[in-house]
């Protein structure tokens, strides 16, 4: 019998996402192939199964997800590809878990320029090699103009969890230290200032960045003396510290005047009526410390790319459990509450 | 100092997804309460934490990661919550791998009505029940008004591989049988007779369903004879069957009149112009299986509540590397090649 080769299909002239890059045929191969792969492929990917099979070092692994869908997909000081990697990586990194394998799922509108989807891929490639992670397996649905807005990204992840070391929310003791590692707001307003109608003179730029590293380097010198870590994303550095509040039935007292807001990001803040501390950021950390080492992990973070600006902000009270409050700059005590509703949509 | 708690807030009188749910603040914890920790509540889950923290059994791991994004959400035979779990326990399951973990990342709609959201949510945690999954990390984003249609759903899962078991899709050796556990084109027909416009006399139902127990069983049997396991979803057995030749670089040769099209399913893919080997299915398996075992294989998924219409399509070949030949119902030879474009949107 014979049969003539097919001829390959005229691939991929599209410049934009078509319905068909998502149907599972010729025209999915061609997009994984074209945009995909050459940025992403490595050991795992290359073979193009259902899932990856991954042989992991011993201990327990922590497991995460989330769904960005940031909107411009292009922003200040990064996009949504990069915030997908380094928000995952983040998410497990506060669990004490060395983070190694990511996936991603992609939903793309129809129309999507491909220019652009391959920008946002490369950027997903260079944070997942600067944080030190693999993209292992992934998926792509397209979806009709309309359906979508431009891109959303899942990234999921799993992690080797540090021996000796046990991280959770619930575990704030009286009299920890609380440790911010820097601005808080940069990534919330460079986002809000970055959407139409809306400009400031100072250009804000988002802190998005990865934290293993420095992470890795505070549970070196005191694994056991962290008792919590959170990045303090939606719902910014109130929200944080209300969930380590109430998890753990403890109290938290902070301090106005220690806590840094670049002048820029105050001033958009106090234009648009926000409070810096509900702002999320994307580069940040809150660490809750026994305080006797609390001066080490500062000293530590100092010398870290992402901790040079961290400060003890506060400490874990056994008053006003479950509540958070700040001590103003006029001298004030004032209840930190979690924001109730929505001030600024489609952040991360 | 005394401080006055404050009054919990008027949470959940909304009947509908507000922005503020995706907010990371009070509506956020209200909607967790009333809508998914109820029904998805599990040791893990509880924590609250920003990742789980698992102890695997020793072994190596499977990762996979689908975005579900299918219109409409409730079809005939399932929603898009079950299609969610079902179709990551199969995408772990086709590896070899016994699925332990899931992941959910919701992105909502506003105006989505939280009853439609809490029926999906609650077919989710009956699937994974049935499925033997937990889901133990979750995520949610709500965006405005036209930027999703209606609800997205991605999962990413964790199973541990069978010891002695090597999947993949590269594995395929000359002479293998090529099971399909039953009809295909269900799913897909299912779809596209639910939208809009479209209605045929007999309902046809989704095939939507989690192959982990049938795929467990014939592993007991024929752990390593069987080389290659898959489910046609998207792009149907016709995709599936040449994701196996190329990656194999083997021929395919199957047989038409083996393969079970219902008359309902045939005669809607006929109006269409549709073939039905390029229509999704989701609770379908193609297993390749060295010929001596095929029988007992077969046998195994008879006595298996979704393998009942097991049958042998066809075998591999040293013919034609790469390609998939079907003998038709009327004797001549057909090249069956992955769909170029796209027939049917949005049915995954």
Redo the contacts between chains.
């Keep these: 019998?014979t049969?003539t080769?097919?001829c390959p299909?005229p691939i991929m002239q599209h410049e934009t996402v078509?319905?068909?890059h998502?149907?599972?045929?010729?025209?999915?191969?061609a997009l994984m192939q074209r945009i995909f792969m050459p940025h992403l492929h490595n050991t795992f990917l290359d073979?193009?199964?259902?899932?990856?099979?991954?042989?992991?070092p011993?201990g327990?692994?922590?497991?995460?997800?989330?769904?960005?869908?940031v909107?411009p997909m292009f922003f200040p000081g990064g996009n949504i590809g990069e915030l997908a990697i380094n928000g995952t990586v983040n998410?497990?990194a506060?669990?004490g878990?060395k983070p190694l394998?990511l996936?991603?799922?992609?939903?793309l509108e129809e129309g999507l320029p491909l220019s652009e989807l391959e920008l946002i891929v490369k950027s997903m490639a260079e944070a997942a090699r600067q944080a030190g992670v693999m993209i292992?397996?992934?998926?792509t649905?397209?979806?009709?103009k309309?359906?979508?807005?431009r891109i959303?990204i899942?990234t999921?992840g799993?992690?080797i969890?540090r021996e000796g070391v046990n991280l959770?929310?619930?575990n704030l003791k009286p009299g920890d230290s609380i440790i911010l590692s820097g601005t808080v707001g940069d990534h919330g307003m460079a986002i809000m200032t970055s959407r139409e109608g809306l400009s400031f003179q100072s250009r804000i730029t988002s802190d998005c960045a990865a934290l293993n590293s420095m992470i890795g380097a505070i549970l070196d010198v005191a694994p056991t003396s962290i008792h919590a870590m959170?990045?303090p994303?939606?719902?910014g550095v109130a929200?944080t510290l209300n969930?380590l509040a109430s998890?753990s039935s403890m109290g938290i007292a902070i301090n106005e005047i220690t806590i840094p807001v670049k002048p820029e990001v105050r001033g958009a803040c106090e234009l648009l009526g926000i409070d810096p501390l509900?702002v999320?950021n994307e580069g940040k950390l809150v660490v809750a410390v026994a305080a006797e080492e609390a001066e080490k992990v500062l000293r530590t973070m100092h010398s870290s790319e992402h901790g040079r600006g961290a400060v003890i902000i506060g400490s874990v009270v056994n008053?006003?459990p479950g509540?958070v409050?700040m001590l103003t700059a006029f001298g004030s005590?004032r209840?930190i509450?979690?924001?109730?509703?929505?001030?600024?949509?489609?952040i991360c």
């Design positions: 019998m049969i080769p097919l299909a078509q319905m068909a998502g149907a599972g045929g010729r025209l999915s191969q073979l193009l199964d259902d899932q990856a099979k991954l042989d992991l011993p327990r692994i922590a497991f995460t997800t989330d769904t960005y869908v909107s998410d497990l506060v669990g878990a394998y996936s991603a799922g992609f939903v292992v397996t992934g998926d649905k397209v979806v009709g309309g359906q979508c807005d959303f899942n999921s799993i992690g969890i959770s929310c619930r959170r990045d994303t939606r719902g929200a969930e998890s509900h999320a008053d006003h509540m409050v005590r209840i509450d979690l924001p109730l509703g929505e001030q600024l949509p489609r």
